[in-house]
């Protein structure tokens, strides 16, 4: 009963470098979203996905890539690591298309930029 | 436009007494909310959500919550405080998809409850 899984748990990056965040899902659920969580900030969508192939961008998508290959695995990319980018990333999904279907949530990655 | 305000960012109660977590939300149209509840490096964690069904609802672990169309809050609340539910609290509005589908969520900037012995 895994729900939403993401690796690493915790991570330091140095100014320039790249990394991948990993999330799957075990639950078939067709979305899935990226969240980024800085304190007394509340969380802000980075990027969604609706399906296999098919990505759009949130409310802070720059800095960040995504890919949806399969139903299950939605990885975030870095590309050249910035201190703003110093967070904690959740990644989530949900079943439904109706905008009340609720969001399963993933154990959070602590990125820290230095 | 949607958006959510949690008028505290910290409450503490004593352990037994009532919790009372306020929110205020703003929405263009009939929105949907949702508390969530965050535990220390763990992820969101859903407690109870409204959906322009019975405007009292009830969530797991003892909360409820009050959807007040008048006033626009959707307050959190239990009876009796426990140690094991200190943590943060995240109100959300959501009264629209995101453009090709899924949820567009607002969240608040949270409250962290403490419960002192």
């Known amino acids: 009963n895994a729900g939403v899984t993401q690796t690493p748990k915790f991570r330091i990056l140095k100014i320039g470098q790249s990394m991948t965040l990993q999330c799957t899902q075990d639950m078939n659920h067709n979305y899935m979203y990226w969240y980024r969580q800085d304190p007394g900030m509340g969380l802000k969508l980075i990027y969604y996905?609706?399906?296999?192939?098919?990505?759009d961008k949130g409310e802070v998508p720059n800095g960040y890539n995504v890919s949806r290959s399969t139903t299950e695995d939605f990885p975030l990319r870095l590309e050249l690591a910035a201190p703003s980018q110093t967070s904690v990333y959740f990644c989530?999904?949900?079943?439904?298309?109706?905008?009340?279907?609720?969001?399963?949530f993933g154990n959070g990655t602590r990125l820290t930029v230095t | 436009a949607q958006s959510v305000t949690q008028l505290d960012s910290h409450v503490s109660v004593s352990e037994g007494t009532p919790v009372l977590l306020r929110c205020n939300y703003s929405?263009?149209?009939?929105?949907?909310l949702f508390w969530y509840v965050q535990h220390p490096n763990k992820g969101l964690q859903l407690l109870l959500k409204?959906?322009?069904?019975?405007?009292l609802v009830k969530g797991i672990n003892g909360f409820e919550a009050e959807f007040k169309k008048s006033e626009t809050s959707f307050h959190l609340t239990k009876p009796s405080a426990h140690m094991s539910d200190a943590a943060e609290y995240f109100c959300v509005v959501s009264d629209q998809g995101l453009t090709g589908g899924g949820n567009k969520l607002t969240f608040g900037t949270g409250t962290q409850l403490k419960v002192e012995l």
């Open positions: 989530a999904s949900s079943l439904g298309r109706i905008y009340n279907s609720p969001l399963h």
């Open positions: 996905s609706v399906g296999a192939g098919i990505t």
């Open positions: 409204y959906t322009s069904a019975a405007t």
């Open positions: 929405s263009s149209y009939s929105p949907s």
